[in-house]
Nanobody, 123 residues
Framework: VQLQASGGGLVQAGGSLRLSCVAS????????MGWFRQAPGKQREFVAA????????YYADSVLGRFTISRDDATNTVYPQMNSVEPADTAIYYC?????????????????WGRGTLVTVSS
């Protein structure tokens, strides 16, 4: 299983950014994918997740209403859309997948991780 995250960059506060994560190595749709982030000096934290089987999504309170996840089954890609970004959103963002389709907020329940992509929000 391989995950390739991309789309990070520099964005002004209040702006938008769309990340992407391409999954390969197994049938797309039989598992859950999550997004986590790690800010400098902080632990990696849950951001959002999607059950690729049912489409159910779940978001951390800190991003609820600002971030949304969509998917493209044709390209095996998940897209977190980040709107109304804040300087507190500055972090390295990681996509991850687990063997269950059920979403989880616990990073230890995700077995597969991609390399992170850096998002920097300027004030």
């Amino acid at each position: 299983v391989q995950l390739q995250a991309s789309g990070g960059g520099l964005v002004q506060a209040g702006g938008s950014l769309r990340l992407s994560c391409v999954a390969s190595g197994r049938t797309f749709g039989n598992y859950a994918m999550g997004w986590f982030r790690q800010a400098p000096g902080k632990q990696r934290e849950f951001v959002a997740a999607i059950n690729l089987s049912s489409g159910f999504t779940y978001y951390a309170d800190s991003v609820l209403g600002r971030f949304t996840i969509s998917r493209d089954d044709a390209t095996n890609t998940v897209y977190p859309q980040m709107n109304s970004v804040e300087p507190a959103d500055t972090a390295i963002y990681y996509c991850a997948s687990r063997d269950s389709a059920l979403v989880s907020t616990r990073r230890e329940e995700y077995a597969y991780w991609g390399r992170g992509t850096l998002v920097t929000v300027s004030s």
